[in-house]
Nanobody, 121 residues
Framework: QVQLEESGGGLVQPGGSLRLSCVAS???????RSWFRQTPGKQREFVAV????????EYSESAKGRFSISRDVVNNAIHLQMNNLRTEDTAVYYC???????????????WGQGTQVTVSS
């Protein structure tokens, strides 16, 4: 089974930027790749999704205008450029891979281990 590995998390001040990456261990027939985030005691929350075939994207209302998801077909990777970060963006960010283009966490088959993003002054 394909494995996903995230990187790029860290500590940043409000208004700052981070770029997350997620690399797949092998080429797959995965239809969509996504970013979700989770804070303690809460359900995993949709952030952004990209359709692997043509790069079509969708975002949560919170991410729209600040975050950008992109794909690197050659390296089987996706990235999440996060700008103008807010304290409420603090969470563990997970990348997912699934066979349907969706905002629903249950439709993703494979997950990475997560990377912590902390926005604090």
């Amino acid at each position: 089974q394909v494995q996903l590995e995230e990187s790029g998390g860290g500590l940043v001040q409000p208004g700052g930027s981070l770029r997350l990456s997620c690399v797949a261990s092998e080429p797959t027939s995965i239809y969509a790749r996504s970013w979700f985030r989770q804070t303690p005691g809460k359900q995993r929350e949709f952030v952004a999704v990209i359709r692997w075939s043509d790069g079509y994207t969708e975002y949560s209302e919170s991410a729209k205008g600040r975050f950008s998801i992109s794909r690197d077909v050659v390296n089987n990777a996706i990235h999440l450029q996060m700008n103008n970060l807010r304290t409420e963006d603090t969470a563990v960010y997970y990348c997912g891979a699934g066979r349907k283009f969706s905002r629903l966490v249950d439709l993703y088959d494979v997950w990475g281990q997560g990377t912590q993003v902390t926005v604090s002054s």
